[in-house]
């Protein structure tokens, strides 16, 4: 007997039917989401109950789901970072990364590297150097604020091809149940062939000193927002703080119903009431849990990769 | 009939369920929605439902969510949001038409919100119809420009504009409490803009002619690329066929439909317009109002891609664009002055 044929229609912009309850909030993002957080919190430390009100930012007309977009265009350093497939160039990547040289693009390693699968369902995947694409797709995207039409940005759009450079040090460890059972060095420098636009973002600067607990973390990524329908390639910007870090990672108090996909790779920037620095890089999609590599024990690293990219003649930054 | 409405609703819910996006929808909806009170029946009325049933379904299917266009050859398609002048950003969720150079083709369901029924003739959870309407819209026209290095890639320009909402006056959809589409009626709406978009701007004319099954047709929008994954907002078109022209009897309304292998109409294609391209020109046909899924074990579902035919409503759509021509017209008098 064949299985019966159930239809289901579907009004196809969600927002409408998301817009109707316009002031509630949902901490529920999508179960796959909620299930992949529940597999990794074995392998974090325990997470600190949320950070009392007063210590969040006073940002009161921000979605803590949604984040404000860079319409002032003060991060166009921040990039969407996807390896290149010749057999489907189309494909969109997930990742974020930020320019941290004219033609270099820090992401982390398991943006541009795949997990190589293991022999059987009992051990753990694998991310090293040798997994890794050797091109990526560098997208970059300019805002300027409308004039016509407040709120809205006009936005130019432009990808580069550059070379995935991965930390030679890189190893993540992925375990059969999806969490990460440990992870180093899970950073990768892209090297653009050549940029063919006048246009230098300013390049935020390394951080000199190790997070702190309670320090102001602004993340600013291109992440799926399923409240704008799961779509992709809006620069936005996140805050949030500290919570604990080790060695080389960093833990993020970000408020309930906050994650979206496609964060991995995006900058983790310390505030300061002088400055803005680079302190890590987001590994928000894997293992689900809010946290950025720590840039502090590989800046040695960075430091070499920004000195090879940098013409003979013009002063290192 | 009463057991076999129930039937059905249980069977929409556990399809439903399945889906994450869909559970999500109906949470949010759920945890605070507090007026709707009508009952959960969904309406006798399923055009699409009955229809469905009567075409076989090639099971090799493969989703295919057209290509990017990168060569820019549907510019004319832009994407569609309710404006609030209040946000600090435009939600551009849908997609539309530019008809004339003032003149932007979407669905009703884009610009107007749900709410509980007022008038008991209705029994859904949930209707649209044009009381709740955004009273403008925020479009984006995008222009690519493919890479000379490498394939796959383009730059991409957006341009911000906004304009004036008018749904058409018969608009009414009937919206299960999931938020599903169980009947629709003139799922249409028009948003005349403040500013032309450029005497250059290739726009598309409506098609004059009523489309037949087997019509090929040209699907352009700004959706997702496959059914339950995420992308970036990017023009896409591909091809299909029409495969019935419905004419529903209760709503008088008339529908394409497309079943099958080829482009279908994902989230965020919502007012996407169907074309139908005789000698490279392409002339509007439909407006994407709702895609049908098929939900299978284990394997990639089916689609039944809905479109609001626009022929039956042309007097209302020449009259809109006789008064968009006489509104830029007219501002272009007083620019001379």
């Known amino acids: 007997m064949p299985l019966q044929r159930t239809w289901l229609a579907s009004v196809l912009p969600f927002i409408t039917v998301l817009a109707a309850c316009g002031g509630c909030s949902s901490e529920s993002p999508a179960p796959s989401d909620s299930s992949r957080a529940r597999s990794a919190s074995d392998s974090m430390p325990p997470r600190a109950s949320p950070a009392p009100s007063d210590m969040l930012p006073d940002k009161g007309e921000v979605s803590p789901q949604r984040g404000e977009v860079d319409v002032e265009n003060r991060h166009s350093s921040v990039v969407m970072v996807r390896p290149y497939d010749p057999l489907n160039p189309e494909d969109d990547g997930g990742c974020g990364g930020i320019q941290i040289a004219p033609l270099l693009v820090l992401t982390a390693g398991h943006c541009v590297c795949v997990a190589r699968k293991p022999a059987n369902l009992t051990e753990v995947a694998r991310i090293e150097p040798s997994t890794c694409a050797r091109e990526a797709i560098v997208t970059t995207v300019t805002y300027e604020p409308s004039k016509k039409v407040p709120g809205a940005a006009r936005s130019w759009t432009r990808a580069d091809m550059g070379t995935v450079r991965p930390h030679p040090a890189l190893q993540v460890l992925i375990g059969p149940d999806g969490s990460v059972t440990s992870s180093r060095a899970d950073l990768a420098i892209i090297l653009l062939d050549e940029l063919e636009e006048d246009v230098t973002p300013a390049i935020v600067p390394l951080a000199e000193t190790e997070a702190q607990k309670g320090d102001s973390i602004l993340t600013v990524s291109y992440g799926y927002e399923e409240s704008v329908g799961g779509a992709y390639g809006t620069r936005r910007l996140r805050r949030s703080h500290v919570l604990t870090s080790t060695d080389e990672r960093v833990w993020l108090d970000e408020p309930a119903g906050s994650h979206s996909q496609g964060n991995s790779g995006s900058p983790c920037l310390r505030e300061t009431p002088r400055s803005v620095e680079l302190l890590g890089v987001s590994s928000r999609d894997l293992g689900g849990a809010p946290t950025c590599t720590s840039i502090h024990p590989y800046r040695d690293w960075l430091r070499d990769e920004i000195q090879r990219a940098t013409p003979k003649g013009s002063a290192p930054p | ?337």
């Open chain 2, 1 to 337: 009939m009463t057991a076999s409405a129930g039937t059905r609703l249980s069977l929409l819910q556990a399809v439903s369920s399945s889906l994450a996006l869909l559970a999500v929808t109906s949470l949010m909806l759920g945890g605070c929605a507090a007026g709707p009170t009508a009952s959960l029946d969904p309406p006798t009325l399923t055009p699409w439902d009955s229809a469905s049933e009567a075409h076989g379904l090639d099971t090799r299917f493969v989703i295919y969510k057209g290509v990017a266009d990168h060569t820019n050859r549907y510019r004319s398609v832009v994407s569609v949001g309710r404006y609030d002048p209040n946000a600090t950003e435009t939600d551009e969720t849908c997609s539309g038409a530019l008809i004339e150079r003032r003149l932007v083709l979407t669905a009703g369901h884009c610009v107007c919100l749900p709410h509980a029924p007022t008038i008991p003739e209705d029994r859904s959870a949930f209707v649209i119809d044009g009381t709740r309407c955004a009273a403008e819209a925020a479009v984006n026209v995008v222009s690519y420009t493919p890479s000379q290095k490498f394939a796959g890639a383009a730059r991409a320009v957006s341009e911000p504009y906004k304009g004036k909402v008018v749904p058409h006056p018969e608009l009414k959809l009937w919206l299960s409490r999931k938020g599903m589409a169980l009947g629709a009626r003139a799922d249409l709406a028009v948003i005349f803009l403040d500013e032309d978009v450029g005497a250059d701007f290739p726009v598309t004319a409506l098609s004059t002619e009523e489309v037949q099954p087997g019509t090929p047709i040209t699907i352009a929008g700004y959706g997702l690329r496959e059914w339950n994954a995420r992308s970036s907002r990017i023009r896409r078109f591909g091809e299909n066929r029409i495969t019935e022209v419905l004419r529903e009897a209760v709503s008088g309304s008339h529908y394409l439909l497309t079943v099958g292998e080829g482009a279908h109409i994902l989230r965020g294609d919502s007012g996407a317009p169907c074309f139908h391209v005789i000698g490279g020109t392409p002339f509007v046909v439909g407006i994407a109002t709702v895609v049908a899924s098929e939900k299978r074990e284990e394997e990639e579902p089916q689609f039944l891609s809905v479109f609001t035919s626009t022929n039956q409503y042309l007097p209302w759509l020449r009259e809109q664009l006789g008064r968009a021509k006489a509104l830029r017209q007219r501002d272009t008098g007083k620019n001379r002055r």
